[in-house]
């Protein structure tokens, strides 16, 4: 039982694996990603009294080494230690805890996150070295556990009751976001100098990343939505412009990227930041998300006027029957004119993809790679397919193809699901290579990267002091690589 004082709480942010198991992880040093959820976690635990750590392993100067990891947990005193995990992270959290308990029993350890918030129950029935799971939103369960709060009255945990494993009703939403406090940002070392926004999607350093809504109206079948379910909350545009002006005063931000998925789904929040931004300018460039319908020309032009540089556009693929299947909704014709408008307005567009989902086929990826080109798009990612469990299509992916389900590899950046119409795990990794190497080889794109040399040349420079790395993690996607070492 944990007492009502005070507590030394250490939150967790577990490393996970990344394209190439067994080699050197580069992916903190290309871009290492704020724990955003935790960090909010963090701040409102400290407005509720408590002494609160962070450690992320994916930060700077932070071992690999589980032992060591665990060693520098422990020099911190904690009475709980909280972890969030994605699916990939999962297993080492699940390691980390194991070796905190086995040096210290009474420590209480709890873990939220995605991965948890879908499996639940079943899934700490089968990790006796958590205490605690959190489904959904943590700020408020946290704060109530570390009060004392009995176990069984506590919303949105799960926890044991003579040794077997029960969720007790879900948690409500915050329903105002307002009412958070700013994510606690100075928990993590090394921020914002070490924390480092992808590459060439600034101008200006250094980088922040900001969350200024919560849930989704739509239901991609792709997507796990176990934390924030559906619906749509936001915080207003008075709290964003103190947020972003809070990252500009106390850490010198110069860009912000927000990652939202739907940004400006609620025009007149986003036409009111704009306005403010535009009349009293904080010196930020800042990105954004959007979803095909939510633009306008007006729109645009105020986002380009309040300092935005780039937008990104999910797309997912240039197949209408994928299209229809997975992301409803969304017809490519309004994709074409979307992206027109946004670079009509001075702003730089981003096209997002996914290969390998349930029904592609070599004549699919080709036309989305055709597609791709004809956009003209400033900037395009490509993720790889990943099915979660907590996304509407977990249920049925066995029947979709051949699915490999290894936790550490479930992370967007390797093929653990190869459908019915690909031949094999290395055809898709081949036509990956090919594909994304196609974007960036081709003569359009390189000539206005050119033109930006001068914009990107903090970039260069950080690509430059990296170049070893960065260049054994181009050597992957020549064809032919093997994907593990």
Request: with cysteine; aromatic share 10%; proline share 5%.
């Amino acid at each position: 039982m944990i007492s009502s004082q005070k507590k030394r709480i250490v939150l967790v942010h577990p490393r996970g694996f990344n394209w190439f198991p067994g080699r050197r992880d580069i992916t903190d040093i290309a871009n290492r990603m704020v724990p955003q959820g935790m960090l909010s976690i963090a701040a409102y635990l400290i407005r509720e009294g408590h002494d609160v750590f962070v450690y992320d392993c994916l930060g700077p100067g932070a071992p690999v080494d589980l032992d060591k990891q665990v060693q520098a947990i422990l020099a911190l005193s904690p009475q709980i230690v909280g972890f969030s995990a994605t699916t990939s992270s999962f297993p080492d959290a699940v390691d980390i805890a194991g070796k905190i308990k086995k040096q210290n029993s009474r420590i209480v350890t709890v873990c939220g996150g995605v991965h948890v918030s879908a499996l639940k129950e079943d899934l700490l029935a089968s990790c006796p070295d958590f205490d605690y799971f959190v489904s959904g939103e943590g700020e408020i369960t946290m704060s109530e556990l570390a009060a004392a709060v009995d176990p069984a009255a506590i919303a949105g945990l799960i926890h044991r009751h003579n040794g077997v494993a029960l969720a007790n009703e879900p948690r409500m939403h915050i329903a105002d976001l307002d009412d958070l406090p700013f994510p606690a940002y100075e928990k993590l070392t090394g921020f914002p100098r070490d924390y480092h926004l992808p590459l060439f999607s600034y101008i200006r350093t250094p980088g922040a990343t900001m969350i200024t809504s919560r849930g989704c109206m739509y239901q991609c079948s792709y997507c796990d939505r176990s934390v924030f379910k559906k619906g749509f909350r936001y915080n207003s545009a008075a709290y964003i412009y103190e947020h972003m002006k809070y990252l500009r005063d106390k850490f010198g931000a110069r860009h912000v990227n927000i990652y939202d998925d739907l940004f400006t789904a609620n025009k007149k929040r986003i036409l009111d930041l704009c306005e403010k931004l535009s009349r009293q300018p904080l010196g930020i460039n800042f990105n954004c998300a959007v979803r095909v319908g939510y633009t306008d020309d007006d729109l645009l032009k105020m986002l380009r006027e309040a300092g935005c540089l780039m937008v990104s556009l999910g797309i997912e693929s240039a197949d209408p029957d994928m299209l229809a299947r997975h992301k409803s909704g969304v017809l490519l014709d309004d994709v074409r004119d979307t992206v027109r408008r946004i670079q009509a307005a001075g702003l730089r567009a981003k096209g997002l993809f996914m290969m390998g989902l349930p029904g592609e086929t070599e004549a699919s990826i080709k036309r989305t790679s055709d597609f791709i080109l004809s956009l003209g798009l400033d900037d395009m990612n490509m993720a790889k397919f990943t099915p979660f469990p907590g996304a509407p299509l977990w249920s049925t992916i066995r029947e979709e193809g051949v699915f490999e389900e290894d936790w550490r590899l479930m992370n967007c950046l390797n093929f653990v699901f190869i459908p019915h119409g690909i031949e094999s795990r290395e055809r898709l990794d081949y036509l990956y290579n090919e594909y994304v190497k196609r974007f960036y080889s081709d003569a359009a794109w390189r000539k206005k990267f050119r033109s930006r040399l001068w914009q990107h040349r903090k970039s260069l420079l950080y690509l430059l002091r990296h170049l070893p790395s960065f260049w054994s993690a181009k050597n992957q996607f020549e064809p032919g690589k093997n994907r593990t070492a």
